[in-house]
């Protein structure tokens, strides 16, 4: 058959059903569209158009194509390649950029339809579309904008800047990133390439009798298949504590339905993933524990050698029973949150090639720490750390869902034992079926105030299922212990919060790192509180905030940079102006703290009199890092935006930690000021002359030392180094309908203003779903679903109104007074959509996620 291909004539002879998904990126090597949930067709990322309208090509077969006119971006021409590039760039449309350049398609089939389209013909046409990072709002906008342009024949200028803490700059990078030309780890090829292909256990707990791969290795196209037995260093790895195994081995017992048995390496991703198909395994299985209480019963059976208690986190202070005698009012409840799925739209890949420039390997990570990253291999590996080599590739989200291994130990060691370059990737399926998830909670709560409305106590007892593997899950119930008071001032506390293991899939670090559960059942109380003391609910929650002087949760007396009542502030009259409204504060830490030392290091490299190399060791994951990095150098030094270039690789040095928890602002914000501020005395020096420092490097680093952790005895606890502060409002119609949310962030110093707006106006779109439509159910140890369109995420026709209204209350440390607000963004929302409905029906929420109210026909 003939079709045509961004204005090419191509003759095409092969399958009649392959995916036109496949074809373009395996036989054209068109990167611009995405693989997201093939074939699924959830997301939207693969779409292309053909025959003037957007289609999804995971699910369009070449028989379709059949004398068509098939265009990626790649075909759109210079002239809307552009204005769609700037138009993105400009209005803040891109984040981490995965899902964008079908979004661009879409967009272009609309216009050219509707030149004049509304925002809510815009909203509607992106329904095949899910995006993670923005909340569509800033989407939406470049529509707009774009529209607007090629209806009146105009080009959109390039989005520039001076580059200094303050401006809009332009998001670092993403010009190539809209179009979709700049490469993700699935988009890189190289010669010699082998596939690779996971064989995942059928059965939550079971012991495996046999691993049998002889059928597998007949199939074609096979190199080799890699069970426990090849692991030639540690097979037991993890963040924090080493209890997940690379590979399960014979005679040992599965923990969930994601552990990995045995892995395919073939010549062809196909054959790799037939071969699996082959693989026979015989079990012996056994009765999964999948209730965290029934886990901790004394006669469960133990799913880690130690128990099944991770860990316990204990916060108490004052004396409670005091306090309780005190209290004018009481309120309590059990509260429950559910698993959700991280939905971010790169699922995850990995690219190792061996024996290159001295390194045993080198590896392509899209992980959110490539430093953590090259020790977990080293030790697979069984080799030191210098051996191997990490390349940061700029990921398609992550949320804290990147911070564990996936595929990284598993594409290491076949490209070390095979001698040759490896690429595995999972499907959306695999890839949910894998990866760690938020923490579900249940969280009984007691609060009291006196007749004055000022709080007394909080006594919470908080249990999480931390599923198969420790991840980071002691650090998440650690976190939401030690924030369980909230933003508030609470004279009596007495917490415990408990990391549960069982045999459901693993919950790890999700943005908001188990505040957003406390949040959920602290601002109710809150709200009962007033209910039954007749306060008024602003004015309570004004007069219980932090301020400089007060305590949190674990005793840390905060000494500055206190925001919330900036926030409430912000609020004050359009919650007074609402007929329903419900109001929720948040607080959370920068994750730098708990008695750790933390530090960042950065080296600037003046290469050309016009271009600048910046090495650092933080992950580009949509958030900016990068942008912060360059705008930090531009105003210590004024140089010119465009000349720099930020690198992350583990050849280069400065070790990092991992980019989670909103500290890669703080860390490598402060590094990069004492490195450029070096440079600037230099090029003071040198009469502004750049070119004379060609050559030169500058080194900075910044270290926070003086943290304690929540546990020790001391009169004045520093148990974090900085913290963020929140009100959110929601706003129902008088159908109990969400027709507003107000979201009022105190960032400290606002580095960005348009990545600062992207920042919360994404956030909010999580917290809402979190809020009213997401869950990831399991029933016996196994997913109900692993379809990506099944995980209750909001499409862009969904979102209410969002206003983010920007607050600066400076920081003691961070750079320019900055705080991080990639995390604080979705704290407040779901307890500020469960106190609206109360407001609307005077049912009060426990369980999230919550309905809303059923629509009223109209005729």
């Not at 098939?70 to 590039?85: C, I, M, N, P, S």
């Not at 130690?306 to 005698?325: F, H, T, W």
Request: glycine share 10%; hydrophobic share 40%; with cysteine.
């Amino acid at each position: 058959m003939e079709f045509t291909l961004n204005g090419r004539l191509r003759t095409y002879d092969g399958d009649p059903d392959l995916p036109l998904l496949t074809y373009l990126r395996e036989h054209e090597g068109i990167i611009s569209p995405k693989d997201g949930c093939a074939p699924q067709a959830a997301c939207g990322c693969c779409a292309v158009d053909l025959n003037g309208k957007a289609v999804l090509s995971c699910v369009t077969p070449m028989k379709k194509v059949a004398g068509g006119v098939v265009t990626t971006t790649e075909g759109l021409g210079e002239f809307r390649q552009k204005v769609f590039a700037h138009a993105f760039v400009a209005k803040g449309g891109i984040q981490c950029g995965f899902c964008i350049p079908g979004i661009v398609m879409q967009a272009n089939s609309l216009i050219n339809r509707n030149p004049e389209p509304s925002r809510e013909e815009i909203a509607k046409a992106l329904t095949p579309h899910l995006c993670r990072c923005t909340g569509y709002k800033k989407i939406i906008d470049a529509i707009e904008y774009a529209a607007e342009a090629i209806r009146n024949e105009e080009e959109i200028p390039e989005p520039t800047s001076p580059g200094r803490v303050g401006d809009r700059h332009p998001k670092y990078g993403s010009f190539g990133t809209v179009l979709g030309w700049r490469p993700y780890v699935d988009d890189l090829r190289v010669d010699g390439m082998l596939h690779g292909a996971l064989y995942l256990s059928d059965h939550p707990r079971a012991r495996v009798l046999k691993i049998d791969t002889s059928q597998a290795e007949q199939v074609a196209g096979v190199v080799r298949i890699l069970t426990a037995k090849d692991v030639p260093g540690e097979r037991y790895i993890g963040l924090i504590t080493p209890d997940w195994p690379v590979f399960v081995a014979e005679g040992e017992e599965t923990r969930y339905i994601g552990d990995v048995l045995a892995a395919v390496v073939a010549e062809t991703s196909l054959a790799a993933r037939m071969a699996v198909e082959k693989i026979v395994v015989e079990y012996e299985v056994l009765p999964p524990v999948t209730d965290p209480f029934e886990a901790m019963r004394p006669d469960a059976p133990k799913i880690h050698p130690k128990g099944n208690i991770l860990s316990k986190s204990v916060v108490r202070r004052g004396n409670l029973e005091e306090a309780r005698a005190r209290s004018a009012y009481v309120t309590s409840g059990r509260f429950q949150t559910q698993r959700i799925e991280h939905g971010y739209m790169e699922p995850e890949a990995c690219l190792a090639i061996p024996n290159v420039e001295g390194y045993a390997v080198q590896v392509y990570s899209q992980g959110q720490g490539v430093f953590e990253d090259r020790a977990q291999i080293a030790k697979i590996l069984g080799l030191p750390r210098e051996q191997i080599r990490v390349i940061q590739v700029p990921n398609g989200g992550a949320f804290g869902g990147k911070e564990d291994l996936s595929v990284q130990g598993h594409t290491a060691l076949a490209a070390y034992l095979i001698g040759r370059p490896v690429k595995f990737k999972l499907t959306r399926d695999e890839s949910i079926r894998m990866h760690p998830k938020r923490h579900p909670m249940v969280l009984d709560y007691e609060m009291g105030c006196d007749a004055q409305g000022r709080l007394t106590f909080v006594k919470a007892r908080i249990v999480g299922d931390t599923g198969a593997y420790a991840s980071v899950g002691g650090k998440v119930l650690e976190r939401a212990a030690g924030h369980a008071t909230g933003a508030y001032h609470v004279p009596a506390v007495d917490v415990e919060a408990i990391a549960v293991y069982t045999n459901n899939v693993p919950c790890g670090a999700m943005r908001g790192f188990g505040v957003n559960q406390t949040a959920f059942a602290l601002e109710s109380c809150i709200d009962d509180l007033c209910i039954q003391g007749g306060f008024d609910r602003w004015q309570f929650r004004w007069d219980n905030a932090i301020t400089e002087g007060r305590m949190t949760a674990t005793g840390q007396v905060i000494e500055g940079g206190a925001g919330l009542r900036a926030t409430l502030e912000a609020v004050k009259d359009q919650f007074y102006a609402a007929k329903y409204a419900g109001l929720a504060c948040g607080i959370k830490n920068t994750g730098i703290g708990n008695g750790v030392n933390d530090a960042a290091q950065v080296r600037i490299t003046v290469e050309a009199p016009d271009r600048v190399v910046l090495d650092h060791g933080w992950t580009e994951m949509g958030q900016g890092v990068h942008t912060v990095a360059v705008q930090a150098l531009c105003t210590e030094t004024g140089i010119d935006p465009r000349f720099v270039e930020v690198r992350v690789d583990t050849a280069y040095g400065q070790e990092a930690g991992m980019t989670t928890a909103s500290r890669a602002t703080s860390l490598v914000g402060n590094a990069t000021i004492v490195a450029a501020r070096k440079l600037r005395a230099d090029l003071d020096a040198a009469g502004g002359n750049l070119a004379a420092l060609v050559g030169r490097s500058y080194e900075g680093s910044w270290v926070c030392d003086w943290t304690t952790k929540p546990e020790a005895v001391t009169d004045r606890p520093i148990t974090h180094y900085s913290y963020s502060y929140a009100t959110q409002l929601v706003i129902l119609d008088d159908e109990g309908q969400i027709q507003k949310i107000v979201a009022a962030h105190d960032a400290g110093k606002i580095f960005n203003p348009i990545l600062f707006e992207g920042q919360i106006e994404g956030s909010v779109h999580m917290g809402l779903g979190y809020a009213i439509s997401e869950d990831l159910p399991m029933e016996g140890g196994y997913l109900k679903s692993t379809r990506l369109r099944n995980c209750g995420i909001l499409r862009a026709k969904e979102m209410p109104e969002i206003e983010v209204i920007g607050v600066e209350v400076p920081d003691l440390y961070g750079p320019y007074g900055a705080k991080g607000v990639g995390e604080i963004g979705l704290v407040p929302t779901a307890p500020a959509v469960a106190n609206a409905l109360r407001q609307f029906d005077g049912v009060r929420r426990t369980k999230l996620p919550m309905a809303l109210p059923k629509k009223r026909r109209t005729a």
